[in-house]
């Protein structure tokens, strides 16, 4: 049994900053990718930014430059910090990762993190 389990949401003023982590845990024999992912009211879920086990990163447009992603491969822990956030940044943040487990590999996704930035 594999979860993740996102922290740090909350509501914070435009321009301000947020740091989302998100820890797996259970059965795990290794991580691949790891990702963060959004979803705003009434849009499509997007990838925000990924990070793979070799610290290779990419972000989506509108976050480059603002966003951060990290990880820390020892505690199994992915990191978003978001910088000069905008109302836009509003959504239901979900962490994701490919984790291999003795069944294989697949994704799992976390149970998700309310974001809101007022103006």
């Known amino acids: 049994q594999v979860q993740l389990v996102e922290s740090g949401g909350g509501l914070v003023q435009a321009g301000g900053s947020l740091r989302l982590s998100c820890s797996a845990s259970g059965s795990i024999l290794r991580i691949n990718d790891m990702g963060w992912y959004r979803q705003a009211p009434g849009k499509q879920r997007e990838l925000v930014a990924a990070?793979?086990?070799?610290?290779?990163?990419n972000y989506v447009d509108s976050v480059k430059g603002r966003f951060t992603i990290s990880r820390d491969n020892a505690k199994n822990t992915v990191y978003l910090q978001m910088n000069s956030l905008k109302p836009e940044d509003t959504a239901v943040y979900y962490c994701?990762?490919?984790?291999?487990?003795?069944?294989?590999?697949?994704?799992?996704w976390g149970q998700g993190t309310q974001l809101t930035v007022s103006s």
């Open positions: 990070i793979s086990s070799g610290g290779s990163v």
């Open positions: 994701s990762a490919a984790i291999h487990t003795i069944s294989g590999l697949r994704g799992y």
